[in-house]
């Protein structure tokens, strides 16, 4: 199947700094790609929508300009989450769907992210 | 989206089927039903979709009845290493792709 490659698998970094994740559609192209955020013994929770050369839509609550989304190309999506704190510490998660390729979308492995 | 409800946790034995059902009972006309595997610190993996009726593939089965409020997810003798999590989602097409919201899934525990 399509693979959906996450960088880094985790990262420790400093309160108030900011931090990018990447997300990259490897075999195939995707004009939309979706961000989540799951907390330990949770379920993802869905952050945003990015779509390739326009704006991402963020789901009601997320703060679009805490956690920057840019979708610069067709096998591209990153994430940053600026001026980080210890409660954004969690794992990030992104997924793609093939262009026209139905209902089965893939994940990446993640991206454990820590706040000290 | 449709809110899906699944049972919280599930206990089995290997080599016993598991059967794990969930309601979606708001779901539109044009949503799709489908299932993911989750395993500690990776990212879901995709096991099978289904629109109506039957969908057998490598893995499990999705049943899922004529008024499509409900759909059973089967696995046919389950390993040890089939213990996970299991989320059932409705998903709805917009624009190019389908969006998936997460319920709170089914933790599977197989036993020896």
């Known amino acids: 199947g399509a693979v959906v490659s996450q960088h880094p698998s985790w990262v420790i970094c400093k309160s108030g700094t900011s931090v990018k994740i990447e997300c990259r559609s490897l075999d195939f192209q995707a004009t939309t790609m979706f961000w989540y955020r799951q907390f330990p013994k949770q379920s993802l929770m869905l952050m945003a929508t990015s779509n390739e050369g326009s704006k991402a839509t963020y789901e009601q609550g997320v703060e679009k300009d805490k956690f920057l989304i840019n979708h610069a190309s067709l096998t591209l999506s990153t994430l940053t989450v600026t001026s980080a704190h210890p409660e954004d510490s969690s794992f990030y998660i992104c997924?793609?769907?093939?262009?026209?390729?139905?209902?089965?979308?893939?994940f990446g492995q993640g991206t454990r992210l820590t706040v000290v | 989206l449709a809110k899906t409800t699944q049972p919280i946790s599930m206990d089995s034995y290997e080599g016993q089927e598991v059967n794990i059902t969930c309601s979606h009972n708001n779901i539109a006309t044009n949503d799709y039903i489908t299932w993911y595997q989750q395993f500690p610190s990776q990212g879901p993996r995709f096991i099978i979709q289904?629109?109506?009726t039957k969908v057998t593939n490598e893995v499990a089965s999705l049943f899922i009845p004529a008024d499509r409020k409900s759909s059973t997810l089967s696995l046919p003798r389950v390993s040890l290493s089939d213990t996970a999590v299991y989320y059932c989602?409705?998903?709805?097409?917009?624009?190019?792709?389908?969006?998936?919201?997460f319920g709170s899934g089914t933790r599977l525990l197989v036993r020896p």
């Open positions: 997924s793609a769907s093939q262009v026209q390729g139905g209902v089965e979308a893939f």
């Open positions: 289904g629109y109506k």
């Open positions: 989602l409705v998903a709805r097409k917009e624009g190019s792709s389908y969006k998936l919201i």
